[in-house]
């Protein structure tokens, strides 16, 4: 799931299900709760006759933006140096090479590319922290996914 702010909100409250109330997105955290992977979300919420009250139960309905032909790769893979994020690719005789890329949304230990990788790239995903440009990778057997 992809969240923005312009995301519409929809929540309705277990004491009157029937009521539907909109809302907006005003913030997502910044950092991931390390045991669930999950963000804190805050959502603004028009309540123009006071019945909201603090303490009640309420289900959040989100409708959120569907991104086609997205790049995803593991976040666990990201490089960040000092003033740039980067990811090893393979290339030409099985050498590393470094790409600076450009992060997006994320989407659980998924996040999205935006600038730096192209479809049909091959990405070091275990030992990047390790390597130097040049330095030759051992590409594994694919697994019952498909993926190296």
């Given at each position: ?18 009521s539907?109330?909109?809302g ?12 669930t992977?999950?963000?804190?979300l ?8 006071l019945f909201l ?5 309420a ?5 959120t933006?569907?991104?086609?032909d ?8 990201v490089?960040?140096?000092?003033d740039?994020?980067?990811?090893f690719?393979?290339?030409p ?6 790409r600076?890329?450009e992060?997006?949304r ?7 590319i ?11 995903v275990?030992?990047?922290q390790?390597?130097k ?6 590409i594994?057997?694919?697994?019952k996914?498909?993926?190296?």
């Amino acid at each position: 799931m992809h969240l923005d702010w312009k995301d519409p909100v929809s929540v309705t409250i277990e004491a009157s299900p029937e009521s539907v109330f909109k809302g907006r997105i005003d913030r997502i955290g910044i950092k991931a709760d390390e045991r669930t992977n999950t963000f804190d979300l805050e959502i603004l919420v028009e309540n123009p006759d006071l019945f909201l009250k603090a303490g009640m139960t309420a289900k959040v309905q989100l409708t959120t933006e569907m991104i086609h032909d997205a790049i995803m790769i593991p976040q666990s893979v990201v490089l960040y140096r000092k003033d740039r994020k980067e990811v090893f690719v393979v290339g030409p005789n099985q050498r590393a090479q470094v790409r600076e890329i450009e992060l997006g949304r994320s989407e659980g230990s998924l996040i999205q590319i935006l600038k730096g990788l192209v479809p049909g790239d091959i990405l070091v995903v275990t030992g990047g922290q390790y390597l130097k440009p040049g330095d030759i990778v051992t590409i594994s057997s694919p697994n019952k996914d498909g993926a190296l």
